[in-house]
């Protein structure tokens, strides 16, 4: 009795902020039982399960016997949060050529506190071989997306120092057996608003001119599009972005 009176007298942000908690709990998961996201939340069992049936009539989450899963509606949704982004728009055109050109998996992401969050994944025969997903996270310090990012927010260490100076990163083997990257930051000097990379497997993937060029002259496509436009991209308005360099010139031209 005390559960459900103190649930009904949640305030709407105390309800949000205990939707966001079972939502979260999801992050990394396929599928959870009661049990799970009671643990993983640390709500009780009886709002949980109030709350999970439903989130589940609003298509937020699908239930099959004992086991949630992300519904169709979230998923709806984050479709529409990535192709409505202005960044994404302006980005998708020359990630697609970067990806005829090499042949390789393209990816553009955002830094998003010590993690990258993937908007766009181009990979043809190779994408199922990379275990990344749009919308999807990893440590940013372990992809060269997010060292590439890292690079211009002041992260200490001889690695960072040689990708501010190159405008390079590299990954080898760090998140993908057998598979490297090659990553350039988007936007201005020590203010960029993306990163895109490539990735292949190490058997193919060359760490020289023939990969890092093409990848380079993409960044500098995007963020001339981007810069031209002055558009602020809508997942990264929190950030002091698009402020021009003092010559106006984009970073790695």
Same mark, same amino acid.
């Given at each position: ?23 979260? $709990? ?19 069992? #009886? #709002? ?32 529409? $949060? ?164 003092? $010559?106006?010139?984009?970073?790695? $031209?």
């Amino acid at each position: 009795m005390t559960i459900q009176v103190e649930a009904d007298r949640l305030t709407p942000s105390a309800v949000l902020d205990r939707v966001s908690l079972v939502l979260d $709990a999801f992050d990394g998961a396929g599928r959870l039982t009661l049990a799970q996201i009671v643990r993983r939340t640390g709500l009780p069992r #009886s #709002s949980a399960h109030r709350m999970l049936e439903r989130l589940v009539s609003m298509r937020w989450l699908h239930r099959e016997g004992r086991d949630y899963t992300l519904g169709l509606r979230l998923m709806e949704l984050g479709s529409l $949060a990535v192709h409505q982004d202005r960044l994404h728009a302006t980005a998708l055109p020359h990630l697609q050529e970067l990806q005829r050109l090499t042949g390789f998996v393209v990816h553009l992401a955002v830094l998003d506190g010590n993690d990258i969050v993937y908007l766009e994944k181009l990979g043809g025969r190779l994408m199922s071989a990379v275990p990344t997903r749009i919308g999807g996270r990893r440590t940013a310090h372990s992809t060269a997306l997010g060292k590439a990012l890292l690079a211009y927010t002041g992260t200490p260490g001889q690695a960072y120092d040689h990708i501010r100076e190159s405008g390079i990163a590299y990954e080898r083997e760090e998140s993908v057996p057998g598979f490297g990257c090659i990553a350039v930051a988007i936007g201005p000097v020590g203010s960029p608003v993306a990163a895109l990379s490539v990735c292949g497997p190490l058997s193919h993937l060359r760490f020289d001119h023939r990969i890092s060029a093409p990848v380079r002259m993409t960044a500098t496509a995007v963020w001339r599009m981007l810069d031209r436009n002055h558009v602020t991209p809508t997942l990264q308005r929190h950030r002091p972005l698009f402020t021009s360099s003092p $010559a106006g010139e984009p970073q790695y $031209a």
